[in-house]
């Protein structure tokens, strides 16, 4: 059973850099599927960020393209996402999830962190 | 971009069938995803590549898709069915799309 885990900081300042990272344990992430973030707005929907590939391959959400970068490490079986010059429209509860390919569905996900962007 | 409309809100009486549609610009076409959230939970997958069901999820769910329009029904729906649900596609020019997301009421 593949298991996820979010961390990183819950309270981030305006124009700054939001950073997560997501612990994978029950799979090796060198074996293969996608890595992805989805984050949803308190009282919204769910908005695809991007996904990684274990080889590196990015998929970016085109409206964030520009903001997002997302890392994977296999050596210590996690992977990250950074989101740069961050507003309050980022404010959300930040989720990691996985799939088997870009186009499948996300069978598995963490619980999800709540970042708050304000100074 | 590619869009996903579904209805902010269905409401359903207990033991009666829901359905929830989800609509897209040929739609039958692609591959549809569905997600149940409940309040301060992470989503649950409950359909894949349109009808499919994983392990675990009642077959009371069943999903259908063709043309414009995919739809999730939940047949003798429960008090406990009551929850958000999300239906989700890959897209060639925009990759993954979710849906805005309908409230199921179990009135």
């Known amino acids: 059973q593949v298991q996820l885990q979010e961390s990183g900081p819950g309270l981030v300042k305006p124009s700054e850099t939001l950073s997560l990272t997501c612990a994978v344990s029950?799979?090796?992430?060198?074996?293969?599927?996608?890595w992805g973030w989805i984050r949803q707005p308190p009282g919204k929907g769910l908005e695809w960020i991007g996904s990684?590939?274990?080889?590196?391959?990015?998929y970016y959400n085109p409206s964030l393209k520009s903001r997002v970068t997302i890392s994977v490490d296999t050596s210590k079986n996690q992977f990250s996402l950074k989101l740069s010059s961050v507003t309050a429209a980022d404010t959300a509860v930040y989720y990691c999830?996985?799939?088997?390919?870009?186009?499948?569905?996300?069978?598995?996900w963490g619980q999800g962190t709540l970042v708050t962007v304000s100074s | 971009s590619y869009v996903l409309t579904q209805p902010p809100s269905v409401s359903v009486a207990p033991g009666k069938t829901a359905r929830i549609t989800c609509g897209g610009n040929?739609?039958?076409?692609?591959?549809v995803h569905w997600y149940q959230q409940k309040p301060g939970q992470a989503p649950v997958l409950v359909i894949y590549?349109?009808?499919d069901r994983p392990s675990g999820i009642p077959e009371r769910f069943s999903g259908s898709n063709s043309g414009n329009t995919a739809t999730l029904t939940i047949s003798r729906v429960e008090a406990g069915d009551e929850a958000d649900y999300y239906c989700?596609?890959?897209?060639?020019?925009?990759?993954?799309?979710f849906g805005g997301g309908t409230k199921l009421t179990v009135l």
């Open positions: 989700q596609v890959w897209d060639s020019s925009s990759d993954v799309v």
């Open positions: 990684i590939y274990h080889s590196g391959s990015t």
């Open positions: 040929n739609i039958g076409s692609k591959s």
């Open positions: 590549y349109d009808s």
């Open positions: 029950g799979y090796s992430i060198s074996s293969g599927y996608y």
């Open positions: 999830a996985t799939s088997v390919d870009p186009q499948s569905c996300f069978d598995y």
